[in-house]
């Protein structure tokens, strides 16, 4: 079946880079997305990348896919204490049974002044 | 637009109470997504619906029901409150079946007592 790991925590200090891991395991996925939720608060999208690419940048943030090692990761450059979150990976499967997102469980992102 | 709303934002029961989670959406999407949030389990669906009068279940679905009368609405109800239903509920929605993004709601922290 469908699943998506994630580590739990990650620790950075103010101004370092930040990189958050995701392997999936469906090779069916179409796209892939990052979602962020800040403490009480809903999910938020943050960027997605379509399966046949293998890179996406937007701003400070960098996508990064390894179809072939189905591993997905979200770079954060120049990171700030509002950057704080748990992070979310997800993958969408056309077509999928269940019609939904599969999520993690969320990457817990600590920055340190 | 006000996106997706939920309500209540908290609410308490007692084990075996009954209540009803309203969502909301003004995006005119097809598609509506109710989820449940725990520590350590990330998002899990518990059911979605694909348009107006249909429902179909998700993940995790025992021990709830949904209504889909009207397209910008879908109900989540809990028919005998158990505290294993204690968690944070979200709602989302979107324009095409998990093909792309999904909005999310701010949530609905149930604690069943």
């Known amino acids: 079946g469908e699943d998506v790991e994630q580590s739990l925590f990650l620790s950075v200090r103010e101004g370092d880079s930040s990189v958050i891991n995701c392997t999936y395991t469906?090779?069916?996925?179409?796209?892939l997305y990052w979602y962020k939720q800040e403490p009480g608060a809903g999910l938020q999208l943050l960027t997605y990348i379509f399966s046949n690419m293998d890179m996406k940048q937007d701003q400070r943030l960098t996508v990064l896919l390894n179809k072939k090692d189905k591993h997905l990761s979200l770079r954060i450059a120049d990171t700030q204490t509002g950057d704080s979150a748990i992070y979310f990976c997800a993958e969408s499967i056309f077509g999928g049974s269940q019609g939904n997102l599969i999520f993690g469980k969320g990457t817990k992102l600590s920055v340190k002044p | 637009n006000a996106g997706v709303t939920q309500t209540p934002k908290f609410r308490v029961l007692k084990t075996g109470q009954s209540m009803t989670l309203l969502c909301a959406q003004d995006m005119n999407h097809e598609y509506m997504y109710w989820y449940r949030q725990d520590p350590g389990m990330g998002l899990r669906l518990i059911h979605y619906s694909v348009g107006e009068g249909t429902t179909a279940k998700g993940e995790v679905p025992d021990g709830y029901n949904v209504s889909r009368l009207k397209k910008q609405n879908f109900l989540l109800g809990l028919e005998s409150a158990a505290p294993s239903q204690t968690s944070v509920y979200f709602c989302?929605?979107?324009?095409?079946?998990?093909?792309?993004?999904?909005?999310f709601g701010p949530g609905t922290r149930l604690t069943v007592t």
């Open positions: 469906d090779s069916s996925s179409t796209y």
């Open positions: 989302a929605s979107s324009f095409v079946l998990a093909g792309h993004e999904q909005y």
